[in-house]
């Protein structure tokens, strides 16, 4: 499974981004896709998770409430829509694929995803 993620960029606070992920080769009729992110120094952190067919979808508190997760199954892509940007929100992003359905408690996990995109940077500035 490859993916490509897309749609980082820098905007002030409060603006908007949204994150595309594709997944292309040996893709899984059922799989869960995450969002990560990394500031410098600091732990790769769960940002969001969401399965394929529905159903489970997690956000870290964080970003409750102005991020919001997306799928199209037909594409393979999952979207990260993200509103009110903070500065704290600056970070590289990076999707992730589990084969499999996750449960919520499974997405925060980064040893739960085998497959992971390149980052792509978001900067949000005050």
């Known amino acids: 499974v490859q993916l490509q993620a897309s749609g980082g960029g820098s905007v002030q606070a409060g603006g908007s981004l949204r994150l595309s992920c594709a997944a292309s080769g040996r893709t899984f009729s059922g799989y869960t896709m995450g969002w990560f992110r990394q500031a410098p120094g600091k732990e790769r952190e769960f940002v969001a998770g969401?399965?394929?067919?529905?159903?489970?979808?997690s956000y870290a508190d964080s970003v409750k409430g102005r991020f919001t997760i997306s799928r199209d199954n037909a594409k393979n892509t999952m979207y990260l829509q993200m509103n009110s940007l903070k500065p704290e929100d600056t970070a590289a992003y990076y999707c992730?694929?589990?084969?499999?359905?996750?449960?919520?408690?499974?997405?925060?996990?980064?040893?739960?995803?085998?497959?992971w995109g390149q980052g792509t940077q978001v900067t949000v500035s005050s």
């Open positions: 992730a694929y589990a084969p499999g359905r996750l449960i919520s408690s499974s997405m925060w996990t980064k040893e739960a995803y085998d497959y």
């Open positions: 969401a399965r394929s067919s529905g159903g489970s979808i």
